[in-house]
């Protein structure tokens, strides 16, 4: 269960009428695109529209409807000459209330929108899940120990302990991303040979040196394993320029290259969306 959805299960058990903000529209630069959102009660608000006197503004005005009953309404918001705020683009919200009673469903925001398949809970993988939370993956998180695993893991993070982790791979839909990074070496290298199996993956990254790859290439070969497939591995994982060894140094090199790998994804489909709606263009 996400974050969102916890969310919104209490707001409904504890009957509390909220007012959900969506950017509509927007017209220029903006802090957030259409479809961002946010939830204000009386005393609470989550999620972000994107900070500044915008979302200042926009939680004075849903607590001032939530307060005179009002249904809500479309509201326009000129970022630089009405807001003062440097972006200067036109955001159009969308104020909705959401009484105890009311359909939710509008609301049912989940924006852990990326399946992401976390092999081991040592160290780097528990400093990656902290560095995940608030970010849009849908996190399995999968060790073979027993133990290991938090028994109340972060919100968007589901807990596997398994003695067969090839079966998750087995199971993850198309487009997953995969990060492999277990206390044994030979796990790994299972693992490895069971994702690289598969070619409809995002991404694959395993922790480890460049000597630890080559191994793994190696020995995979052997094995019959295309080498062309080893083109779909990375390793080393993270961003470049952030060489500490830490734990939590790691976690944000890898977590800035899964929203870079996110954010490639996302231009992709947009690209592939705007050449199928083209005039003219067979389906």
Sequence with gaps: MSSWQQILKRLRRERVPAMLVSVDSIVGSTPREPGAKMIVTADEQFGTIGGGNLEYQ?????????????????????????????????VNLLFERLDADADWSRAEIDERLVDLYLFGAGHVGSALVR????????VRWIDTRDGVLPDEPPPGVETICSDTPEAEIDAAPAGALFLVMTHDHGLDLRLTAQILARNDFTYFGLIGSRGKRRSFETRLA????????????????????????????????VAAELLQVVARRQSA???????????GKRA
Aim: charged share 25%; with cysteine.
């Design 131 to 138: 560095a995940l939370a608030d970010l849009p993956f849908r």
């Design 222 to 253: 052997r094995r019959g394993m295309d080498p062309a497939r080893f083109a779909r591995l990375t390793c080393p994982i993270g961003i470049d320029g952030i060489d500490g060894k830490q734990p939590a140094q790691i976690a944000i090199a």
């Design 58 to 90: 926009a939680c004075r005005i849903a607590r001032d409807a939530l307060a005179a009953g009002d249904a809500g309404g479309l509201r326009r918001f000129p970022l630089g000459a009405g807001l003062g705020q440097c972006c200067g683009g036109l």
């Design 269 to 279: 489909g947009s690209r592939d969306e705007a050449e199928t709606d083209r005039p």
